[in-house]
């Protein structure tokens, strides 16, 4: 007797483990509609996070390559007025001059094609394309300094 009223409980405890251990299919169903409403609750914040970064690198983008087309013009305005100068000193000299300056234009012109050609590819590759155009510029302002200093000498 004592076996069947233990075999008899542990089978009622089981039953009722499995019994409300089981959801129902509706309550699956409601479950699983919750969970695709926070997924695409979670898209739709991401998606708008994405497009606010794009806004921002886009407006940086502008920014910087407004300032950078203001310095080329400067450059550019530098070596004409240098070159303008040089007319009245020794023909020697302007020969020297003259390499000097083609080579400063041409690398003022391939900046400006640069900045112009520059596609977005990812912020990665942004601050990578700012750091070395900002880089460059600095070496042409260098260049062009050097230039002007050693005729003044």
Do not use: P
């Not at 409300?20 to 695409?40: F, I, M, P, T, Y």
């Not at 550019?76 to 083609?102: P, T, V």
């Not at 990812?122 to 880089?135: A, V």
């Amino acid at each position: 007797m004592k076996i069947s009223i233990l075999y008899i409980t542990s089978i009622l405890l089981l039953s009722l483990t499995m019994l409300l251990g089981c959801q129902s299919r509706a309550k699956k169903v409601e479950n699983a509609e919750d969970k695709v409403q926070d997924a695409k609750k979670d898209l739709a914040d991401s998606k708008k996070d994405l497009y606010q970064i794009r806004l921002d690198t886009i407006s940086n983008y502008v920014q910087f390559k407004i300032e950078a087309e203001k310095l080329i013009i400067v450059q550019e305005k530098n070596i004409a007025d240098f070159k303008a100068s040089l007319k009245s000193e020794k023909k020697e000299m302007n020969a020297d001059y003259d390499k000097k300056l083609l080579a400063l234009e041409n690398k003022n012109n391939e900046l400006k094609k640069k900045l112009a050609d520059y596609k977005d590819e990812g912020q990665d590759k942004w601050n990578g394309f700012k750091n070395e155009f900002n880089h460059d510029m600095n070496e042409l302002g260098k260049a062009f300094k050097d230039l002007t200093v050693e005729n003044i000498e």
